[in-house]
């Protein structure tokens, strides 16, 4: 049996979906789109099995996006692959007037389905109650009450989809006749169907839908030129039409105790939280509070990591036979990891500040402040949306920019949140910050350190609206856009769900970033230890000379650290970084930091990985034995002066805030604009940017 599950968004639609599901559950995507397909299985009883499909959350049929546009193709194409048995339509128990548009609409396309109220716990804590047994009645479709989060009422659910079929499911609602009879008669007997809200869709939809071959879509189209079918206008005449009939459904059916008191505290919080001006004020404190936290609340975590790496190195060299796979293991993959390992506070800490954000209801809120602002640099208060989550991950962002309708906005804003900071920039900043901005608190609770991470954030995002503005007067578009939001009431967060957010977003942090700092560690070990015969040779010979003159054990340790430097500088990855050299000195990087700008073109956390490897090849003594002592003593041979000092540290951290250096990046890019004009503009506008901004840095601060 297949199962589809349709609803709006934010009804619990997914975490039903992962209940029902488990871990047996794979992402794919829909036939010939980029739209994600997410499909499990589900044992609804000893003898009954069933697929689920988590089709797209949309407010109703007619589409606003790609991914809703989805839904309709789903349920009405019989030989689509995912066309269900059954659907289940997932309502928020405290909000079913909206909700129940979408059921509407669903139940006239005389599918066999049932309704699931969700979130049926937070509904009773609000004061909401609902009669499940008389809107059963009324809307002729089994109706089920339940919570998601808490597992109440799974089995229940389970029956009820196996006893659900068509003959269960009464079609229900307005005569969709009347909008367009002659229109939706001739349709009818063109692609012959007995459901007149089918073919009324089909006159709406019909462009966007597959299955038809050229020649229908003709017919269809000149079905509606005859009968001067206006599309927009009847779409709002049939809103209005079942918004109707629902009041009369629900008329006594629903009792809210509570909604008075929901409200006036939601009221009166947005009175001071979007206040056009402590509103702002209020959202740059939070931002204040979350990057002090993500230095003052990591430290100690973050100490005990790297002193368990330092430890595990020494153990390592102490305790395994001498030799290159030693050296490989600990070295090269060890010193990589260690580099990314470090960072996993940091991470956990963002992600579960902003899982709070958002889980409150507050971060809507900061898109509804910033509509106004974003217009007027080419965006819209949606493009907030896929920019905030870039502070997470550009990847899912972009694919996020699906629900801006408007083409125009939708382009400007997949081009931009590339800019906003990410968390794979999060260790290159905290690393390079720990080396130059002293640890200090100014007012006696703020953070030196935070405020200079903040800040690089703050310049991300300043850099994004005004290459924003540039853009909106580059690409040209006609299409008006519009922003429709909906405000939540504001919500304790769920706390099951922030530590699941924070595991789930370290782990993948970890892992995804760990598949690619392992191979780029092994290949720069083998770099960074090996180079040609001849100099290696020489090399050996000069510090075999000066060793056999020298008998101090000191002298011969300084001797030992000097062959390995000279090494390192002639060996592949050494020729590599200063090949280079030339055209990155006037940023202040010298070869070692271009072997890490090479290496995290793949993967912009590389960079630490790098620099744990280098620096290991590069044999430090013991008591400079971590990556940020390591960094902190490197001297530059030239002038010996520090390598990183503040001057070289902000050119390197403008660098890596603007230089798209993220390959997963480039690839969703050219998925989602199905063309490489868009991400090779990306490329080399951010690279620029990244090296202007250097340049002038450097130059100023040396």
């Known amino acids: 049996m297949k199962v589809a599950l349709v609803g709006n968004p934010n009804t619990g639609k997914s975490t039903l979906f992962n209940l029902l599901t488990g871990l047996n559950q794979k992402i794919g995507n829909f036939p010939g789109i980029t739209v994600d397909k997410k499909v499990g299985f589900c044992k609804l009883s000893a003898t009954q099995n069933a697929e689920i ?55 006239d396309l005389g599918l066999p389905m049932l309704l699931v109220l969700n979130m049926t716990d937070m509904a009773r804590k609000e004061g909401i109650h609902v009669n499940v047994n008389k809107l059963s009645e009324r809307l002729g479709i089994q109706v089920v009450a339940m919570s998601a989060r808490k597992n109440d009422g799974l089995d229940t659910l389970k029956k009820a989809i196996s006893h659900t079929t068509a003959i269960s499911t009464q079609v229900s609602g307005i005569d969709v006749t009347i909008f367009a009879p002659e229109a939706i008669a001739e349709v009818k007997a063109k692609i012959k169907t007995e459901n007149d809200y089918y073919a009324l869709q089909v006159l709406h939809q019909h462009e966007h839908l597959t299955f038809f071959t050229a020649k229908e879509q003709q017919e269809i189209e000149a079905i509606e030129k005859a009968h001067h079918f206006e599309s927009s206008k009847i779409q709002g005449a049939e809103t209005i039409a079942r918004y109707r009939y629902l009041s009369t459904v629900l008329t006594d059916l629903i009792f809210d105790t509570g909604a008075e008191k929901k409200f006036k505290v939601t009221d009166k919080l947005d009175s001071i939280l979007t206040n056009r001006f402590w509103g702002f004020f209020i959202f740059i404190l939070i931002l204040f509070f979350v990057f002090n936290a993500i230095f003052s609340w990591s430290s100690y975590p973050m100490e005990l990591i790297e002193n368990g790496f330092v430890w595990l190195t020494e153990f390592g060299h102490a305790h395994l036979p001498a030799g290159v796979l030693t050296n490989l293991l600990l070295d090269g993959v060890v010193a990589g990891l260690g580099g990314i390992i470090i960072f996993i506070p940091q991470i956990a800490i963002l992600f579960a500040l902003i899982s709070i954000l958002e889980d409150t209801g507050y971060m809507a809120r900061v898109t509804f402040m910033m509509d106004k602002i974003m217009r007027k640099f080419g965006l819209s208060g949606k493009s907030v949306v896929p920019m905030i989550g870039g502070i997470a991950c550009a990847v899912p962002s972009i694919m996020s920019a699906r629900n801006i309708e408007n083409w125009k906005d939708r382009i400007i804003t997949i081009m931009v949140t590339p800019l906003v900071s990410c968390s794979a920039r999060l260790p290159v900043y905290t690393l390079l910050i720990s080396l130059v901005v002293p640890n200090k608190m100014i007012l006696g609770f703020l953070s030196l350190q935070g405020l200079t991470l903040m800040a690089m954030y703050v310049i991300s995002i300043v850099a994004a609206i005004l290459v924003a503005l540039v853009m909106k007067f580059i690409i040209k578009a006609k299409e008006k856009s519009y922003f429709i939001m909906e405000l939540p009431v504001y919500r304790m967060p769920r706390w ?188 080399v506008y951010m690279t620029a940017m990244a090296y202007v901004a250097s340049l002038i840095a450097y130059q100023f601060l040396k």
Not at 61 to 73: A, C, M
Not at 89 to 106: E, F, G, K, P, Y
Not at 560 to 571: G, I, T, V, W
Not at 615 to 628: F, K, L, M, P, W
Request: overall charge neutral; glycine content about 4%.
């Open 53 to 107: 499909i988590d089709l797209p959350g949309t407010y109703s049929l007619y589409p606003k996006s790609k991914d809703e546009s989805i839904v309709f193709q789903v349920l009405a194409d019989k030989n689509n692959s995912s066309h269900p048995d059954v659907v289940v339509l997932v309502a928020d128990a405290t909000n079913l007037r909206r909700n129940l548009l979408l059921c509407s609409q669903v139940a």
């Open 496 to 683: 099951s769900n922030v530590i699941y957010t924070m595991y789930e977003k370290s782990k993948t942090f970890v892992l995804e970033a760990g598949k690619v700092i392992i191979a780029i560690s092994i290949v720069l070990w083998v770099l960074a230890t090996y180079g040609p015969s001849k100099r290696f040779d020489a090399i050996e010979k000069k510090y075999t000379a000066i060793e056999a003159n020298s008998t101090d054990s000191v002298q011969l340790a300084s001797l030992e650290r000097d062959k390995a430097a000279e090494k390192l500088e002639n060996s592949y990855a050494g020729i590599l970084g200063q090949t280079i050299e030339p055209a990155i000195k006037p940023l202040g990087f010298d070869w070692k930091i271009g072997i890490a700008l090479i290496t995290s073109f793949a993967a912009r956390e590389a960079f630490v990985g790098t620099m744990s490897t280098i620096y290991s090849v590069d044999n430090g003594d013991e008591q400079t034995a971590t990556i940020r002592n390591k960094m902190r003593d490197a001297k530059n041979p030239e002038t010996g002066l520090p390598v990183f000092t503040f001057a070289t540290s902000l050119s390197l951290m403008l660098f890596y805030a603007f230089a798209m250096q993220c390959m997963s990046t480039v690839a969703v890019v050219y998925r989602e604009t199905k063309s490489w004009k868009w991400p090779v503009i990306q490329l």
